[in-house]
């Protein structure tokens, strides 16, 4: 069985997309995917940003704290499930990331909604820069979210704009998981605009 890793930082909407494309095509074609903890905040700390992706990066550092706690209670499954529950009020909600909604996403998740304190506590600010640091290690290299690393070969992306159907998703997912087993292969881009759409791309 094909054996995938999914770095994600949770404010994230491109990883989210992505998220929901592979959970889906991996469980229909028989592979199993991991979700893995990574941060847009430490992967930009000490760059100069503008104001609004500031805010945003704040955010990535806050709920990165949570989610290394929440890993340190509940084990490395733990971060896939708060993963999960942040989803939904994250990139279909009003765009409201109160306090509450990550306690409301521990409890939905088995975690201690008492966890919520490590918003504002930096004593986790290792485990989370050592987190980011296995992504940027599956990658080889310097890179955002998503990674995927398939058999231990870490590429940046896919990143997706939407949302495809599912035999289209299934075909990307055995495309991906082909070039990722010839290692010669390095890249392949395209320009893109974002945020993505994330219609359909509900929590599974």
Not at 12 to 28: E, G, I, K, N, Q
Not at 39 to 55: C, E, F, I, M, Y
Not at 90 to 93: A, L, Q, R
Not at 100 to 110: C, I, M, P, Q, W
């Given at each position: 069985m094909t054996s995938i890793d999914l770095y994600v930082d949770p404010i994230?909407?491109?990883?989210?997309?992505?998220?929901?494309?592979?959970?889906?095509?991996?469980?229909?074609t028989?592979?199993?995917v991991a979700l893995r903890q990574m941060?847009?905040?430490?992967?930009?700390?000490?760059?100069?940003?503008?104001?609004?992706?500031?805010?945003k990066l704040e955010w990535s550092r806050r709920v990165?704290?949570?989610?290394?706690?929440?890993?340190?209670?509940?084990?490395?499954?733990?971060?896939?499930?708060?993963?999960?529950a942040l989803g939904a009020p994250?990139?279909?909600?009003d765009g409201d990331w109160a306090d509450?909604?990550?306690?409301?996403?521990?409890?939905?998740?088995?975690r201690s909604p008492a966890l919520v304190?490590?918003?504002?506590?930096?004593?986790?600010?290792?485990?989370?820069?050592?987190?980011?640091?296995?992504?940027?290690?599956?990658?080889?290299?310097?890179?955002?979210?998503?990674?995927?690393?398939?058999?231990?070969?870490?590429?940046?992306?896919?990143?997706?704009t939407a949302l495809p159907a599912r035999d289209d998703g299934m075909a990307l997912l055995d495309a991906v998981v082909t070039v990722a087993s010839a290692p010669e292969f390095a890249a392949l881009q395209r320009p893109h605009k974002g945020p993505p759409s994330t219609a359909g791309a509900q929590p599974r």
């Open positions: 994230c909407p491109f990883a989210w997309v992505t998220s929901r494309w592979l959970l889906d095509a991996a469980r229909v028989g592979r199993s941060s847009l905040a430490v992967l930009n700390d000490g760059r100069d940003v503008a104001p609004a992706q500031r805010a990165g704290r949570v989610c290394a706690a929440a890993t340190d209670e509940g084990g490395a499954s733990a971060f896939g499930k708060l993963y999960e994250i990139h279909h909600g509450a909604v990550v306690k409301e996403a521990l409890t939905a998740s088995g304190g490590a918003l504002d506590d930096p004593t986790w600010d290792d485990a989370v820069k050592a987190a980011h640091q296995r992504s940027q290690d599956a990658l080889g290299g310097s890179g955002g979210s998503p990674i995927m690393a398939v058999e231990g070969r870490g590429f940046f992306g896919p990143v997706l």
